[in-house]
């Protein structure tokens, strides 16, 4: 199992960013995937799922409305479009396979969200 994030960096308040995960080595698009965070000093929290066949998606409540997730299967590539972003969302930023920030993950992509 390989999952490899990119496409994080330095953005303003306000800005946006999108995030992505090539998978490897499994059924990509058999698996529910998900994006957990960790904040600088906190531990792990969930961001957002969907799931591999109907991508049925869900989303913590702070990221609603600002975070879109989403996949194409076809690639076996995971996304994570944010927008309106925030301070708070500074974050190293991990694409995990499942629902759980105990699941399987991969080396992450800092966002970093500052003036």
């Known amino acids: 199992v390989q999952l490899v994030e990119s496409g994080g960096g330095l953005v303003q308040p306000g800005g946006s960013l999108r995030l992505s995960c090539a998978a490897s080595g499994f059924a990509f698009s058999t698996y529910y995937m998900s994006w957990v965070r960790q904040p600088p000093g906190k531990g792990l929290e969930w961001v957002s799922g969907?799931?591999?066949?109907?991508?049925?998606?869900s989303y913590r409540g702070s990221v609603k409305g600002r975070f879109t997730i989403s996949r194409d299967n076809s690639k076996n590539t995971l996304y994570l479009q944010m927008n309106s972003l925030k301070p708070e969302d500074t974050a190293l930023y991990y694409c995990?396979?499942?629902?759980?920030?105990?699941?399987?993950r991969g080396q992450g992509t800092q966002v970093t969200v500052s003036s």
């Open positions: 969907i799931s591999g066949d109907t991508g049925s998606t």
């Open positions: 995990a396979r499942g629902g759980s920030t105990s699941a399987i």
